[in-house]
């Protein structure tokens, strides 16, 4: 079962998963996943689509009785951490209760996997260090970070009490077709409305690691399945970083935009809850012999184009 | 505002608050906590007491409402961790959910400093280390350490979203008059009934530190006033440890019983979701010039006889 299957990375998460032969219940709420992402998939025998809110205990538990799963892939969240700033119950529900829900669920039917979509937030800001698994003082300074570290630790103790085994993954910034939100989606977005000029959140010198989706979904499926231990956790991430004025470069160059006027707000930080940089330590995933294929700008690069055709 | 205020630690702390010249709102669900504990208090001008489920917003809500706090001391919490281990619900919505509760009535009637009852349960089971604030790979392996961990994840984002200030005590075995539950309250009640046998969860060998309840509540005060960071984080603890027939021979002799037998139910981990054996690393208190008055043993040797004669 794959909750947030219509979102920007579940659904590319379906589509590998029918491309290997998986039979697949997507579930969503459609807040931030769209039919679009999935349309493509609805005519495959082995694909289901289910709307569905997980926030909500009894369209979980509904859901449950009515299939058996073997493995919950949970990719439901509000990932548009600063569309919650202003009102946190967003995540409470849609990140945290999530995730409490879904383990309540397996912990009643006995569904053993769980494949989670963690995120760096929950590590919250440590400039100047690189920050790997076992790094300490998880401070989120998001509402988002907060609730996925919540979810974190529900399904530590669940796998513990259940055994349930679960794959943790902390993503960085993923980029790709079908985003719905973030910087690449934004700049474009203003630029479609008006190609002279832009305004750049922050001082545009956020340097930050994109990593392309299909890097994503590869390392999900390299680690799911030669790890098996109660809890693998493992950043994925990708080595090299690009600032926000290099994306608002490269959306540019990839419009055929020339002398856009950058107008910048100047702070540190792009929205309080963003931050601003960050590195990963990789080796625990480098070292399972996972690269990601693309770097940072290429990873951009490629996503642009797909926004742009699509 | 004091949650929790009629549970074991509570209830103490409502003692020093009120002895400290503060007025104190005490909410309590009545679930583990009893008004036998704040009996005494009742009749002082600067007490309150409400029954009230922090785990219903409403009812957090309304409390907010009716009076202006300026600090929140949330110590409501499931606290008996063998009770949730078959329903994991107690603990989402009495340890976690009175948590985010609280937070989200703080942001929204601005109160700005919350003292938070954590616990080592976050740190999961880690044999042979010595456990810093700062340690990583947080998987905690009961529901109970689960939702306390949530809770933390919580109180960061709120404090840094909202400019709240945060001291969070991640406390040990806390030991005292008016305990509820756990290894001396069960010992008592079981020779109680039966003076001359008893069994005991594990081998006997578990071994963690025991603090004196009157230390816990200094260590609180203390650090409230002397540290104002955003986050405040500290492991409140004593460096000996007691094992679990040591305090069985302790009850026994306090209770003036000779020859008991002890039958052990053998496992190393007394029950599913206990630690068996922890160690903290206290250097960070201590450097504050607090340390434990009473020892582990000295600690367990009080409590009993305050249970006994209460």
């Excluded at 694909?47 to 569905?52: K, Q, R």
């Excluded at 383990?103 to 440590?126: D, N, P, T, W």
């Excluded at 290099?246 to 990839?254: G, L």
């Excluded at 702070?267 to 931050?275: A, M, T, Y």
Aim: net charge negative.
């Amino acid at each position: 079962m794959l909750a947030g299957g219509a979102g920007f990375i579940g659904s590319h998460l379906a589509d590998r998963l029918i491309d290997e032969g998986y039979r697949v219940v997507a579930a969503d709420n459609l807040m931030l996943g769209r039919e679009d992402n999935i349309q493509h998939l609805l005519s495959n025998r082995n694909f289901t689509f289910i709307p569905l809110d997980f926030s909500l205990y009894e369209e979980a538990h509904g859901l449950f009785q009515a299939y058996k799963f073997d493995t919950v892939f949970h990719f439901a969240a509000n990932s548009d951490i600063q569309a919650s700033a202003h009102d946190p119950t967003r995540d409470l529900k849609n990140t945290f209760l999530t995730s409490s829900n879904l383990l309540e669920c397996m912990r009643e039917f006995q569904v053993k996997e769980i494949i989670f979509a963690s995120s760096s937030a929950i590590y919250g800001h440590k400039p100047g260090v690189k920050i790997s698994e076992d790094s300490g003082n998880l401070w989120p300074v998001s509402y988002y970070g907060g609730a996925k570290l919540a979810s974190e630790a529900f399904i530590a103790s669940y796998c513990y009490m259940n055994n349930m085994k679960s794959w943790i993954f902390r993503f960085p910034n993923v980029v790709g077709g079908r985003l719905t939100h973030g910087v690449v989606f934004d700049f474009i977005k203003k630029l479609r409305k008006n190609p002279t000029s832009l305004t750049i959140l922050g001082n545009g010198k956020q340097s930050k690691p994109y990593l392309y989706i299909d890097d994503l979904i590869d390392a999900i499926f390299h680690i799911w399945r030669n790890h098996q231990e109660m809890i693998n956790c493992f950043n994925i991430g990708v080595d090299s970083q690009t600032t926000v004025t290099s994306i608002a470069d490269m959306v540019c160059e990839e419009m055929g935009l020339q002398n856009v006027q950058y107008f910048y707000s100047g702070e540190k930080v792009g929205w309080k809850g963003d931050v601003p940089e960050f590195q990963y330590d990789l080796d625990k995933i480098h070292d399972t012999n996972w690269k990601s294929r693309y770097t940072s700008d290429e990873a951009l690069r490629l996503s642009i184009r797909r926004i742009l055709t699509s």
